[in-house]
């Protein structure tokens, strides 16, 4: 079985290796694998993206666990979700709703059977001593449904809709990604090749099947391997040199 | 089998990917787990900590290999560590000591036994060259009195121990976080709840039950996964806005 | 089976991650190791470095996969070359070349084949859909033969050879890693112990065996476990103090 680790722990101390271990010791055949422990700390929207982007890249059954919880230790649920694919792990607080979103869903769960959690729970480190432990049970077979009762639904991040203007669409950066690259909410479709990229009202590029269509250091719009427009430079950083950030207005002219 | 790595390597170079080859060339069935690579160039306090955070929550027999090793090359020793629960490697320089302190030890080996080195070992890199393969080797079943002679003692770094003094107890910072959390020294109890935190003299926090317990923004202590009282930030970063460091002083009032 | 991972994708977003479970869907008996993902964005020569240090550390059939593509979606090939001992399996950009010239070559092939590739083959990530089917293939025992046409040869990128000068031999930095260390392109011999070190025409410091034989804060050239001499300060940055780079000239007085 494979589980993997979608959090804003970052590599600099030693929350994810003990994550790991507690998911071992429970279940040692498992595979865990880490999506990124690099999240902005809290930021939700980030880790939804992430998880959204990735889990369907996995085999059926991997148990994915996002852990972006600033609410740790408040009322806020933890959740256990079953699709017709996957399992899903995580704090009830949106993160793993982009993901959900495109899965069909067969039970959701709240957290509250404590056989299922590590003997002594801290209110700082539900990865530990809940997430992981559930993931680890569920992993080594343990049903969705001991982990705890059914739960009618979950809070949902609303996904900024792409606006049709005119001859063009509008929407906007919603991740950055490692490169500098700005990934953008508008899907991209084989006519768009050639059309015009507005940022901030003005032109910037256009779109291109790939980065070295145009010179080094020019920006170009490319259908990015998200499904959606991403705006690049040439082996620069388009966010830097662009001044783009999560949340800036793009348009594509057709 | 697992075995754990904790480093002061970085995740930059090719230094921890190629001490993981040596191990699954020796023992292909071996898991092996980060704690973290991230420890800061010669921290030993720093490793030894993460680690005595860390060991307990994996399965028995797990393999700990621990590599800050500022003097790498020179005449410290390097060892392995049998104690009822687990095994413990690296160099004698006190990284193991707080992990060591709380575990009862069977045996303590200087590595000596050049058979289950590499057959060539460089000055600069025993974490590849000696400390991997001694960990594959055990890993795959060696005895841990085969890879050198009995030690008596082992070296042990000082831990900062605190002081009561009237109606509170004083420590310090031992380990500034990812998201800048501050832990201290003091153990936390039910009964801490409420009472006052004082840094560097004067009042700062009160110690409540979770993070979010504050405005965002505010500084709050918690009774941190460690085991030990942590001051934060809720949604901030604590070490930052409070001018927190490693020793940096801290009483709590009951 | 192992498979490695060398790439500029950094570990911020969940590129690494999709990587693995494209891979692990394929064949799940695989084991998937990091090099590092910290190779600066689009350079070439750093991951060629990294591969060719660490390559050889692994048990044979291990197949390497490296991944540093500034030219992905152009019409640079994918390669899949089989070696006496190994795989490798990147774009034809030089980057499999460093560790390529060490090998004895049996096969090299272009990646052309679409069934080995991920159904939808995107232009900007070839990490997830070409290179990572294509090592789950051949990790899951896939003949190298299957995935393209023979291609004579490969691109390779110029090794920086070293200068013979009177009783010296110059050479230049070739990698500065996580700890600031150079390591020059210059063998590092048993009789060099002692040398003086000039860098930009000036005595700098002189061969030793280990780090500390030196004073703290000194610069001090040895023996790096790269094979070749390195340029340290010990508890120090040497890239930073010497302010040495890549390419920065080095002699080595005998």
Redesign the interface.
């Known amino acids: 079985m ?1 589980v ?1 680790l ?1 959090t804003d ?10 994550i ?3 998911i ?2 429970i279940s ?1 055949q498992t ?8 999240i902005r ?2 930021d939700i929207r980030a880790g939804a993206f ?2 959204a ?2 889990y369907q ?3 059926r059954k ?1 148990i994915h666990v996002a852990v972006v919880d ?5 009322s806020r649920a933890g959740l256990a979700v079953q699709t017709e694919r996957y399992f899903f792990v995580g704090p009830d607080n949106g993160v793993l709703s982009w993901a959900l979103a495109k899965e069909k869903i067969l039970t959701i769960r709240r957290l509250e059977n404590r056989k299922y959690f590590l003997p002594l729970v ?4 539900h990865g ?2 809940v997430f992981a432990p559930v993931a680890g049970h569920l992993s080594k077979g343990v049903p969705c449904e001991k982990v705890g009762p059914e739960q009618k639904d979950f809070i949902r991040l609303p996904w900024p809709e792409t606006v049709r203007k005119g001859h063009g669409i509008q929407g906007e950066v919603v991740y950055i ?3 500098g690259n700005a990934i953008t909410d508008i899907p991209h479709s084989a006519e768009m090749i050639g059309s015009r990229v507005l940022v901030g009202g003005k032109t910037r590029c256009y779109v291109e ?5 145009v010179a080094p250091g020019k920006p170009v719009a ?4 998200s499904g959606f427009v ?1 705006i690049a430079v040439n ?1 620069g950083n388009a966010s830097q040199i662009l001044k783009l950030k999560t949340g800036s207005k793009v348009t594509i002219l057709h």
């Open positions: 494979l993997t979608t722990f970052g590599l600099k101390d030693w929350f994810v290796g003990t790991k271990g507690v071992q010791g040692a595979t865990i694998i880490d999506l990124t422990h690099e700390s809290g992430a998880l982007q990735a890249f996995f085999p991997t600033p609410g740790v230790g408040s801290s209110h700082t480190f530990r001593d990604d490692h490169f099947a790939f980065y070295q269509a490319v259908p990015g391997s991403e082996g």
